[in-house]
Every structure is written in C-alpha cells, then in structure tokens.
C-alpha cells in the first residue's frame, strides 16, 4: 500500500466528514474494502454512517455500531457488510466474520482496521482521520483504478460547489449500458437537479478502417450532442430537460429533473396512454423540417451524423460477431460473414436508400421516458438519453418504442401505436405509408440484430450479465420484423446459420 496514490482532504466541520462518507457512497463498487482508521472520536463512525445512509437513499436508516457484534450486514443498492474490529480477540477471527463472501457480492467497510491488516486485501481504500484543531483531516490512500474513483466523485463535490449546490445531498439514481452515470441531486433549498455523470474515455480497439467503435457507429464522445439535442426538441415543442451547467472538458452536466414517473405500471406493465402519447411525441418530431446543424451556443453548432450504411452495417454485425458465437458455440465463418454483411448491404441499397429521413432519438423505450402527469399534451411526455441522435431512416425510433427492449408490450398496444403513428403522419402531409412499414421492418430487424449481440457483449465483455435476460424478448422482435417480404434474404441467412428465431 505505500505506493499508492495519496489524497489529503480537510473536514472543517462534522459536516463535512458526513459529506464524505456520502460522497464514497458514490465511488465504491462490489468488491472494494474500505478502511477507516484513527484515534476515538476521529470520526470514523460518522463516515460510516453517512456511507450507509446514502448507500440506502434513507437519511434515518439506523445504523447501530458493531462493536459487540463485530459485523452488521446491510442488503443496500449494494450489499455492505460493516466490520467494527475494536474488540477481534484475534485476528484470524475475521474469517468467520465473513470478509471474503462480504467482498464478493458487495463491499467491506471495516472501522479498525489496524487490529487485522494482514488480513485485509492489499488493494483496500485506506482512510486515515486525524484531529486537526475543531476539525478533522483524511488521508485516503488507494490503488488507482478506486483512487481514480473517487478523484471523480470529489470533482463532482467540487463542481456543485461552484455551481451553486454546496453541501447538496447526493443520491445514485441510474447507471446505463455505456460509461455514463446519473445523480440526483438535492440542496437544502430550491428543485432537485439531475448530474449527468460523463467522464471522457480513452479510444477503444479498432474495429473499422482503423477507428474504435463509438467512432464508427457514430456514438456520442462528449456532451456537446446531448447540450444540442435537447435545444432543439425543446424548440420544436417537445419535452427534454433543460440543461442548466455543463463543464464540456469534465463531462459533468447539471439537467432540469423531470422526475421519476415512467411509462410502466407497478407490476412492470406498459401503461397504454403513456405509450400512445409517445408516439405522438414522434408524429410531432416528423412532422417538423429535419435540422442538422443544430447550435450549442456561443457560436458552436452541432452537426447530427448520418446514420450511414457503415453505421448501420457496424451494428448489426453486433449479432455476428458477438450472439451467434455464443449461441452455438462456433464464430461465424468467413462465408457466413460475406454472406451476412452483403444481405444487409442489399437491404440498404435496395430499400433504405430512397426511405423517409429524419431526427432518429435512438433510444426511445421505456428507461428514457418519463411521465409528467401535472404537465399537459405532449409536455407530458419527457424525453432523455439522446445524445446518441443520427439522421436516418425516420422508422427507426417507432421500431424502438412498438419493440420496447426492456418489456413486453402487448400485441393489441402495439398495433394501436402503429394505426396512431400512421395516421398522424397521414394528417400532417404527404405520407409513403408503404414504404415506411417496410422501412420500420429492415430497422426493427436491424436494432434486433444489434441488440442480440449487445446483451451477449455486456455479458461477456463487460462483466453486466443481468441484459440477458432481454434476449428471449429480442429474439421475437426480430422473428417480427422478418415477416417482411424485404427481409426474407436475412431470415434464410439465420436459418442457414443454425439460429432458431421464435414464432413471432
């Protein structure tokens, strides 16, 4: 442990310390043991409390000390097991505690940790308090993947501080398929705010021509897009946040909070008017020029990316490279793969390349819809997570809303979302109704095919298993949009290659 990284912070006032603790609630993940050490009365307790009490989103979580018992375990947003080792007779005693089964579903936050260093992984966050006249100081010393954690969290501590949010609660709201992070945040006065969290990564392997993935497929690297975006919607009439700070460099954004409500009943069910109001929200999108230089501000535009045939292309080999491996067993072979990417350079040419083009939000599901029953029309409706926005094939986001990734929407909601949509766009001009349900079935099958292999990349890559549970619901999405006469070339090839699609 002494080589690694070392932070010293100063805690004026308790607090301060209690601020802290809230604030490592936001940077610890399974697997990390937490060491808090020093004198009695150095305050080891109050971060212990604070930690578990924004762990638990519950500031009157009673959190007894563990001196007698030696451990208390909390089932939180992440398990935590609380290790007091004042009174350990021995330290070989800490075995029978629990220690390793606490760090392999969750975290170790372990108050004297001196009494079994050994014991402890030699990776552990230590941090030592320390009186310091009326207050106090830490000295946080950690390996530098969690030192780089909480490096984060302080930024983001010190950001809302200049921003006018200081000594604000902090509260873990979302994490998402990509490195980005949610907070709510909530200050002794005035509206709650939502933190987007969104640190800059460095490129990934290659994967095309020489460039990483997000470049290929054209995914958004910095916040400029999100900032552009929501401008834009809000102009048109739409709901989106409103984005309040931004730091461009940090990757920290501060966005109006729209609340909590989604589209779902309690029991995890579509809720019909909140789908349909939705697909209203996407007649208006479609009904509006289509803008592609979009400013920022201060003299920054925005230009919206093609969703191109390599774009296209590049996701949909997500199914070949990532779902059919693991679904058989074998990768696909060299003529399987010519085989597949030619299919869908056909579909492209032959039937994308005259289709109806517009603002695709990307993401339109369930998870990025909130409901705002005090607002009215179509403000009810609350759109997030789009920074990701191309122009493309304007079916693309109604594919993505009938075929909610993350929950089944009943048959007879579906088609009345697709009679809605159809005569929406019917009422608002001229509209190619043919050709846009051919359209919707090549997208739907496309994001399918992504999809399918996106699950099995989370799991695999990612270490994020718990998207699998998707993939009997994708499968049927993509068994739908093959019935189209366009897409027979795609259904042969699966069934060529061994996948075995349910009847939709």
């Known amino acids: 442990?002494?080589?690694?990284?070392?932070?010293?912070?100063?805690?004026?006032?308790?607090?301060?310390?209690?601020?802290?603790?809230?604030?490592?609630?936001?940077?610890?993940?399974?697997?990390?043991?937490?060491?808090?050490?020093?004198?009695?009365?150095?305050?080891?307790?109050?971060?212990?409390?604070?930690?578990?009490?924004?762990?638990?989103?519950?500031?009157?979580?009673?959190?007894?000390?563990?001196?007698?018992?030696?451990?208390?375990s909390y089932e939180l947003r992440i398990p935590i097991a609380h290790f007091d080792l004042y009174r350990l007779g021995d330290a070989s005693e800490l075995d029978e505690l629990g220690l390793d089964e606490a760090l392999s579903a969750g975290i170790a936050l372990v108050e004297w940790p001196e009494m079994a260093q050994e014991l402890l992984p030699p990776d552990r966050i230590r941090v030592h308090l320390a009186q310091d006249g009326a207050g106090r100081t830490a000295e946080i010393e950690a390996p530098e993947t969690q030192m780089k954690r909480?490096?984060?969290?302080?930024?983001?501590?010190?950001?809302?501080?200049?921003?006018?949010?200081?000594?604000?609660?902090?509260?873990?709201?979302?994490?998402?398929?990509?490195?980005?992070?949610?907070?709510?945040?909530?200050?002794?006065?005035?509206?709650?705010?939502?933190?987007?969290?969104?640190?800059?990564?460095?490129?990934?392997?290659?994967?095309?021509?020489?460039?990483?993935?997000?470049?290929?497929?054209?995914?958004?690297?910095?916040?400029?897009?999100?900032?552009?975006?929501?401008?834009?919607?809000?102009?048109i009439g739409l709901c989106a946040p409103e984005v309040l700070q931004v730091d461009y460099d940090q990757g920290i954004l501060l966005i109006e909070d729209l609340g909590s409500e989604g589209v779902l009943d309690d029991d995890g069910h579509p809720i019909p008017e909140r789908y349909l109001a939705a697909v209203a929200c996407l007649a208006r999108l479609h009904s509006k020029p289509v803008q592609q230089d979009i400013s920022v501000g201060a003299g920054i535009v925005h230009h919206v990316p093609e969703f191109d045939p390599t774009a296209i292309k590049m996701e949909a080999r997500l199914l070949l490279d990532w779902y059919l491996p693991w679904f058989r067993g074998t990768p696909a072979t060299e003529d399987e793969r010519q085989d597949y990417l030619a299919t869908w350079d056909r579909l492209i040419t032959d039937h994308l390349s005259g289709a109806e083009r517009h603002l695709l939000l990307r993401d339109l599901h369930s998870p990025n819809i909130i409901w705002r029953p005090e607002a009215a029309g179509l403000s009810r409706v609350g759109l997030i997570d789009f920074q990701d926005s191309m122009i493309g094939p304007t079916a693309y986001d109604l594919a993505s809303l009938v075929q909610d990734a993350r929950v089944d929407v009943p048959e007879a909601l579906s088609?009345?979302?697709?009679?809605?949509?159809?005569?929406?766009?019917?009422?608002?001009?001229?509209?190619?109704?043919?050709?846009?349900l051919k359209s919707w079935s090549i997208m739907a099958a496309q994001r399918n095919c992504k999809l399918a292999g996106l699950w099995v990349r989370l799991k695999q890559r990612d270490g994020k298993p718990g998207y699998m549970k998707h993939m009997p619901r994708t499968l049927r999405h993509l068994s739908t949009a093959l019935r189209h006469p366009a897409l027979l070339p795609l259904r042969e090839w699966c069934h060529r290659s061994g996948i075995e699609l349910p009847e939709s």
């Open 415 to 436: 088609q009345q979302m697709m009679a809605d949509y159809l005569a929406l766009r019917h009422a608002s001009g001229t509209f190619d109704e043919a050709a846009f």
């Open 150 to 235: 909480i490096r984060r969290v302080l930024a983001i501590r010190a950001f809302l501080d200049t921003h006018g949010y200081g000594g604000a609660q902090r509260r873990f709201l979302t994490g998402d398929a990509s490195i980005r992070a949610y907070e709510r945040v909530m200050p002794s006065a005035g509206s709650t705010v939502i933190l987007m969290d969104w640190p800059k990564m460095p490129d990934g392997p290659p994967v095309l021509d020489g460039k990483p993935y997000p470049k290929v497929a054209h995914l958004a690297e910095d916040a400029y897009p999100f900032v552009a975006i929501a401008r834009y919607l809000r102009g």
């Open 1 to 72: 442990m002494n080589s690694a990284p070392t932070l010293r912070l100063g805690l004026a006032t308790e607090a301060a310390s209690m601020q802290l603790g809230e604030d490592l609630a936001l940077a610890l993940k399974v697997g990390d043991c937490l060491a808090l050490s020093g004198d009695l009365g150095a305050g080891k307790s109050t971060i212990a409390r604070s930690l578990l009490r924004a762990m638990a989103d519950d500031s009157d979580l009673e959190v007894p000390s563990p001196t007698f018992t030696l451990v208390q």
